[in-house]
């Protein structure tokens, strides 16, 4: 099993569509939790960070449980430039002193059509 | 925006050449890490430096080196390229105490 899992995809909604993504995670000692945005042929942006409580930024929502190991991340009313590769990203801290354990999801293609 | 550059941005190169990637940041963060990107696999740690010449094994080391020898500089060096080693390869930096991963614009390296 992949220690990071997420919806295989790709979506393809109409604009003002409402749009959520799920990821799970294999280690139960994660213990921060982004949302990355990858347009294509570009970088990964940090897009969010996902806390206990969820939070909201916007039209975007994450969310996570840790009882169940899942994410998930909600866009609201879908804009054309929403289209991009969301990653699931999972901090894993292994060693107070020097390095955290960092992985990515496979990703979730979204195209939003006019 | 972290202040990452890479160079070169695009590399074509033949099989046995050696090859070396270099990542430069401005930011003065810690952590510096190599990615390669590659369909159907996301995102993979090649290596990743936690300070000038402290460095170690990612998950897909094979083939690869790293050096450190400035805070600004993380080079990543390609022995002798292989076929396999066609990629997109990202160099990511983060400061201490925090979480976020900042990415550089990548490198497309193709090996014929």
């Known amino acids: 099993r992949k220690e990071v899992e997420q919806d295989p995809g790709p979506f393809n909604v109409p604009e003002g569509a409402t749009v959520a993504f799920n990821c799970t995670y294999s280690?139960?000692?994660?213990?921060?939790f982004f949302w990355y945005r990858q347009d294509c042929r570009k970088e990964p942006k940090l897009l969010m960070s996902?806390?206990?409580s969820g939070n909201e930024d916007g039209r975007f929502t994450a969310q996570l449980n840790r009882a169940s190991q899942y994410i998930s991340l909600l866009i609201r009313d879908s804009k054309l430039s929403d289209s991009a590769t969301y990653l699931c990203?999972?901090?894993?801290?292994?060693?107070?002193?020097?390095?955290?354990?960092?992985?990515f999801g496979p990703g979730t293609s979204l195209s939003v059509i006019p | 925006d972290a202040g990452i550059t890479q160079s070169p941005r695009h590399k074509v190169t033949e099989t046995g050449t050696p090859v070396t990637l270099r990542c430069h940041q401005t930011?003065?963060?810690?952590?510096m890490y190599w990615y390669r990107q590659d369909p159907g696999h996301g995102l993979r740690l090649i290596h990743y430096?936690?300070?000038?010449?402290?460095?170690d094994k990612g998950e897909v080391s094979d083939g690869y080196s790293v050096s450190r020898s400035k805070t600004e500089d993380f080079l990543l060096t390609l022995e002798s390229a292989t076929s396999s080693q066609t990629s997109v390869y990202f160099c990511?930096?983060?400061?201490?105490?925090?979480?976020?991963?900042?990415f550089g614009p990548g490198t497309r390296l193709t090996v014929l």
């Open positions: 990511a930096t983060r400061r201490g105490g925090t979480d976020t991963q900042y």
């Open positions: 280690n139960s000692a994660s213990q921060s």
């Open positions: 996902v806390y206990s």
């Open positions: 990203v999972v901090n894993i801290n292994l060693r107070k002193t020097s390095y955290d354990k960092v992985i």
């Open positions: 930011e003065n963060h810690r952590y």
């Open positions: 430096s936690y300070g000038v010449k402290d460095t």
